[in-house]
């Protein structure tokens, strides 16, 4: 069709009143709360509209059913529209329409399969935003993932916006308009749904708590003379409130338990079930409660109390009424920080090296990096191993994020296999690279032995591209947990056999809690 019967056309067609298609959904859509029956749906532009989906299990559009809604005008424009009445691990393609025209965004997604369903089911997993290499968002797609689950920092407003971001709800927005802004993803997201949880950076910062955030700083003058500092600074409580509003406001989330004690939820998927922990809003103390200093000396002392939590009690009580309930063939515990319980080497070498160190890096920022994991809440982990031996809850897999690298662990040092994906769009993943030269030169520790023995980015390779986790769930046989670079390669890779099978009782008993 040459240029002058194409204007011609759309002449025609403008006299004749037909709408034609135009690009007026400015953020999303972004599905998300993805079950086997229903779905929800963020949808923004920049004028106040009425905005409507339309979704058919025809790509020609036969059997067409809809839902709409006005934008609301005093949430940044936006809506979140719910999709009901739809049947299990159907794909459904999908248009949209703003005040009556039809959006050029058009596409397709697919519900879950049905509770309790087993099948090869495939979704990935990730975390950390703050650079513009989306490369590893051309490869996500080519794994056929059902959902991407997101741990956190998912952007890094606290420094990309402002500090104290989260003080104006119109930031706030601005933060979502943000995510969803962010170039190939934002592409991914109109076919694979997503589930979020947020951690320190997108929350208020500075591995920020209930009402308290982290500072601390290393000056090392001389190589064993060094000036660590470490501290917490409140900050006003409806900054959390506004966190939280935004969230339930600006994401398509699935069912809250208590917005009162943070965000943490649970949903279903086939034959596994997921419980995400909110590390950010109920931890009461900073990380400055677990660390005395010892002026004579000029040394601390890792002391964490017994009241020094990281997720509290409320949301422990949750997680283990979960998994204990839980009828899953499959139990995964999702987290924004590292859950292995073997980092605590790495807070005690720190400890150990604290005054040592060159420019801003020594053994003190190791330790209270390491510490505002759960490995620097030991009485709360202790607690858990402890109802997890009486109960004996078995095939339970953790995916976390935070660290800004990939790395796994079969359970024989984490105390549950665990997958920490979180390099998804960073400056560098060298972490577990640099930490385990500092374990060979002091022979205080040995990562690949002791922390993280399934490998990752600079762990038995020098593979230190961005990348993600892939996690495919094979009936109530095996699940096989891979991490992968931005290239669609694999970094490292293994399985974790059901309870129910050989492999699987033999790997149980191995884990470290027994």
């Known amino acids: 069709m ?53 979704w058919s299990k025809d790509s020609t559009f036969i059997g067409v059913q809809s839902v709409e809604s006005q934008s609301r005008q005093y949430l ?23 005040n009556g025209v039809q959006d050029t965004i058009s596409a397709w ?67 979502y308009q943000k995510r969803y802004d962010e170039k190939v993803m934002k592409q991914m997201l109109h076919t694979i749904p997503i589930d979020y949880i947020y951690d320190d950076n997108d929350y208020v910062g500075g591995s920020g708590g209930l009402h308290e955030k982290d500072f601390n700083s290393q000056d090392s003058k001389l190589f064993f003379k060094t000036e660590n500092k470490i501290w917490t ?18 994401f398509p989330g699935y069912e809250m338990v208590d917005t009162a004690h943070g965000i943490f939820h649970s949903f279903k998927f086939g034959n596994a079930e997921f419980f995400f922990l909110d590390r950010c809003s109920n931890t009461p103390h900073g990380n400055a409660y677990a660390f005395n200093y010892d002026e004579k000396r000029n040394r601390f002392v890792f002391d964490p109390p017994e009241d020094h939590v990281l997720f509290g009690k409320e949301q422990m009580d949750w997680l283990k009424e979960g998994l204990k309930n839980s009828t899953a063939d499959w139990k995964f515990i999702v987290s924004g920080v590292p859950l292995n319980r073997s980092t605590n080497i790495l807070v005690d070498a ?22 505002h994991y759960w490995a620097g809440h ?17 095939d339970i897999i953790v995916i976390s994020g935070d660290t800004h690298h990939n790395v796994m662990d079969d359970g024989r040092n984490a105390g549950l ?34 922390i993280w023995n399934q490998g ?28 992968i670079d931005e290239d669609n390669c694999v970094i490292s890779s293994f399985k974790v056999y059901h309870s129910s099978t050989p492999k699987g009782a033999k790997q149980h008993e191995k884990l470290n809690w027994h």
């Open 417 to 450: 296999p665990e997958m920490n994906a979180s390099g998804m769009s960073v400056t560098e993943t060298y972490l577990a690279y640099y930490l385990n030269i500092v374990g060979k030169a002091t022979g205080l520790f040995k990562m690949r032995k002791e």
């Open 109 to 175: 997604f697919k519900t879950f399969p049905a509770p309790g369903t087993r099948g090869d089911f495939t979704f990935v997993t990730g975390s950390c935003q703050e650079t513009d290499n989306m490369k590893v968002f051309d490869a996500i797609p080519l794994s056929d993932p059902y959902f991407l689950l997101h741990t956190g920092d998912y952007t890094y407003p606290d420094y990309q916006i402002s500090p104290d971001y989260s003080a104006h709800y119109t930031q706030m927005a601005y933060s």
């Open 456 to 483: 990752g980015n600079g762990l038995g390779n020098k593979n230190f591209k961005n990348g993600f986790g892939k996690v495919q769930i094979v009936g109530n046989d095996y699940v096989e947990l891979s991490i």
């Open 76 to 98: 940044d424009n936006s809506v979140i529209l719910s999709i009901t009445g739809l049947q299990p691990d159907t794909k459904y393609y999908y248009r949209l329409y703003a």
């Open 2 to 54: 040459n240029h002058s019967y194409r204007v011609l056309l759309t002449s025609l067609m403008l006299l004749a009143g037909i709408k034609l298609p135009a690009q007026m959904i400015t953020q999303g859509p972004a599905f998300g709360a993805m079950t086997h029956h229903s779905a929800r749906v963020y949808l923004r532009t920049q004028e106040p509209s009425v905005l409507k989906i339309e």
């Open 378 to 394: 030991p009485a709360e982990i202790n607690d858990f191993y402890t109802w997890l031996r009486n109960e004996d809850v078995k």
């Open 233 to 250: 600074d409140s900050f006003p409580s409806f900054w959390r409130s506004n966190c939280i509003k935004g969230y339930m406001d600006f």
């Open 350 to 371: 720190g400890m150990k090296i604290q005054n040592i160190g060159w420019k801003d890096n020594n053994g003190f920022r190791m330790a209270t990096g390491f510490a």
